[in-house]
């Protein structure tokens, strides 16, 4: 069966939606966990912790997303043969093998580098802030063991899924989730909750790492010996690093607009409300991915597609996912919502959350921000990205803003700023898009 094929997508797509229902379906036994095993001030250094390891993008700057594009493009000429050999035409295995091993190389020294930082940088701002628990420093360094080992598979995970091997991939996912909340769960019943987040990167680690072990052991031992010289049509500065700054940049704006909030509030508001804020933050992102489940596993599609210039095929099948992500967001901000109104109205787990009405408007933001995601994912299949100025604006924009109004005005005042924010937005982004895919699908003359 091809890896592109209807069935193969729609698989890839099965077990991107199991990973993500496994995570919301558990979610509220998470949260009651969370609720009865944590104090609410170790439920806010659980939460910034996980903020703070979201500078993850800093150092990946955007890169894995950049080699999916270009490894699928490559796929068009090249095969999967056995025991991890990839075989196909000469000239884009030897583009395939020199990108390759200029990622390996990168990855590996960004690994490293985010370790040590990471590590120095949480012990010196979690000291600072005085949030006034004991015992977080060990959960917080294996918690940075477990980014720093995940980071430094990047390359073979976008090789993987750059390939058409999304189902693969995907399953990988629905196991790591699996064990990553039972790994969770067992921590805090345990009475050492902080430790959960380390524990469940690591298992994840593992997964994937025996994926690659079982799967792929020719090119694993490949990798230290694959050549980094330039080959004739690869050029990394020429073809890779034009996409990939713009996508860094997206990305650390990204983790402003998506991140900031719990170490704001953890450092000016106290760990409480950092705590009650990160849980809100957490149910979003997980809606989040939820809905773009349907136009991730379709990545790989939208580049052969774009390399083959079937342009209705591509609009076919990107908004087809475009109206199921949309209904997935915002039908599920409006049961999140719900949700957290029932339990606020009579059961004690509902004070770990913001208000009813600061939760809608995040979950309302959360599903526009779907949508805007939707569209870059579309125009990066092109290998380009005309949003980065957009994407930089959004998060000074939204950057100033966290800061501002998190130290006077709390997590209401983020709230509502978010949705105003995404509200303005939306709008300049559907304009980029309709010019540059008018422009990018016109014959050449």
Known sequence: MSSGSPTALRRAVGYGLLARTWSLASTPLTLYLIAARLTPEAQGYY?????????????????????????????????????????????????LRSLLAKAALWFGAASALLAIVLVALGLSYFRRAGGGLAGWQLPWVLAVAGVAANLALSPLVAL????????????????????????????????????????????????????????????????????????????????????????????????????LFTP??????????????????????????????FVN???????????????????????????????????????????VAILQGGFAIGARFLPWTQVALLLAGAGLQVLMSHFAIYLRAFKREPLVAL????????GGATWWIGRSHGAAGIAISVLLINLAMLPLTLYVWRRCRVRWQRPAP
């Open 47 to 95: 939460y910034t912790m996980a903020g703070l390891m979201a500078l993850q993008v800093f150092f990946e700057l955007g890169l894995a997303t950049v080699l999916v594009q270009f490894f699928s493009h490559e796929f068009v000429a090249l095969r999967w043969a056995a025991h991890g050999r990839i075989t196909g035409d000469r000239l884009a295995h030897a583009r």
């Open 160 to 259: 993987e899924s750059g390939s058409g091997h999304v189902t693969e991939m995907a399953r990988c996912e629905a196991q790591a989730a699996l064990l990553g909340t039972l790994s969770l769960w067992a921590c805090l019943l345990a009475g050492v909750g902080l430790y959960g987040l380390g524990a469940s990167l690591l298992l994840k680690f593992l997964v994937y790492a025996r994926y690659f072990v079982r799967r792929r052991p020719v090119l694993l031992r490949g990798l230290a010996r694959l050549p980094r010289r330039a080959v004739e049509g690869a050029s990394w500065w020429r073809d890779v690093w034009p996409l990939q700054w713009r996508i860094s940049l997206s990305w650390m704006a990204g983790y402003v607009v998506f991140h």
């Open 264 to 293: 704001v509030l953890f450092y000016y508001q106290g760990a409480a409300e950092a705590g009650r804020m990160g849980i809100t933050i957490a149910a979003a992102n997980a809606l989040t991915a939820i809905a773009l489940t």
């Open 297 to 339: 596993a379709n990545v790989p599609q939208f580049g052969r597609l774009v390399a083959q210039s079937e342009w209705q095929a591509l609009d076919r099948q990107f908004f087809r996912v475009l109206r199921q992500g949309a209904a997935l967001a915002f039908a599920g901000a409006l049961a999140g919502t719900l949700a």
């Open 391 to 398: 994407a930089v604006f959004h998060g000074l924009l939204q």
